[in-house]
Antibody
Framework: QVQLQQWGAGLLKPSETLSLTCAVYGGSFSGYYWSWIRQPPGKGLEWIGEINHSGSTNYNPSLKSRVTISVDTSKNQFSLKLSSVTAADTAVYYC???????????????????????WGQGTLVTVSS | QSVLTQPPSVSAAPGQKVTISCSGSSSNIGNNFVSWYQQLPGTAPKLLIYDNNKRPSGIPDRFSGSKSGTSATLGITGLQTGDEADYYCGTWDSSLSAGVFGGGTKLTVL
């Protein structure tokens, strides 16, 4: 049974950096992409980005300049940093297990079967002065 | 404005069938797998359908998915009050090299 447990600061001031971490328990850590997805209050889901165990990342173009996703394979954890936050970044942030994927010969491949098979419990991050 | 287009809301009576559409383009739905998610109030989304039409273990066969061209459809039969939720479609966009979601559809079981 795969479980994702996430944590991080829930209240930030404008211009600060959002930082969240997600730990994965059960199942395989390598061989998958690990994602961050957010949901502003009362609105829909927005894909933020993903990383695989090799450290290969993909980011939402609209957030790319401010987002960094990193991985710690020794702890089966991955993290999100979002810099220069504003009130528009107020949302529930979810970590999720993405599709299967691997990298070989400098290229990465993925089944792209889903955006999130297993999800963390969500963390409400509020940006307010 | 979401990359994928879903109707904001649908409704049907208990026991009936409902379908939810998801429209995209050749860079996303047209050339990638579609997945569907159910989000009950106050909870994290739950995967219902992956690879266009496959159900994860534990998802009842009342839920089905299909894809044709640049559109996908989620079907739910034998509606129950417990099915009242928001439903999202999602896929990979090859042009953006990013995941994309629909805006979500609120299902009301009258």
């Amino acid at each position: 049974q795969v479980q994702l447990q996430q944590w991080g600061a829930g209240l930030l001031k404008p211009s600060e950096t959002l930082s969240l971490t997600c730990a994965v328990y059960g199942g395989s850590f390598s061989g998958y992409y690990w994602s961050w997805i957010r949901q502003p209050p009362g609105k829909g889901l927005e894909w933020i980005g993903e990383i695989n165990h090799s450290g290969s990342t993909n980011y939402n173009p609209s957030l790319k300049s401010r987002v960094t996703i990193s991985v710690d394979t020794s702890k089966n954890q991955f993290s999100l940093k979002l810099s220069s936050v504003t009130a528009a970044d107020t949302a529930v942030y979810y970590c999720a297990r993405g599709p299967r994927g691997y990298c070989s010969g400098g290229s990465c491949y993925s089944s792209r079967s889903s955006l999130g098979a297993y999800w963390g419990q969500g963390t409400l991050v509020t940006v307010s002065s | 404005q979401s990359v994928l287009t879903q109707p904001p809301s649908v409704s049907a009576a208990p026991g009936q069938k409902v379908t939810i559409s998801c429209s995209g383009s050749s860079s996303n739905i047209g050339n990638n797998f579609v997945s569907w998610y159910q989000q009950l109030p106050g909870t994290a989304p739950k995967l219902l359908i992956y690879d266009n039409n496959k159900r994860p273990s534990g998802i009842p066969d009342r839920f089905s998915g299909s894809k044709s061209g640049t559109s996908a459809t989620l079907g739910i039969t034998g509606l129950q009050t417990g099915d009242e939720a928001d439903y999202y479609c999602g896929t990979w966009d090859s042009s953006l090299s990013a995941g994309v979601f629909g805006g979500g559809t609120k299902l009301t079981v009258l």
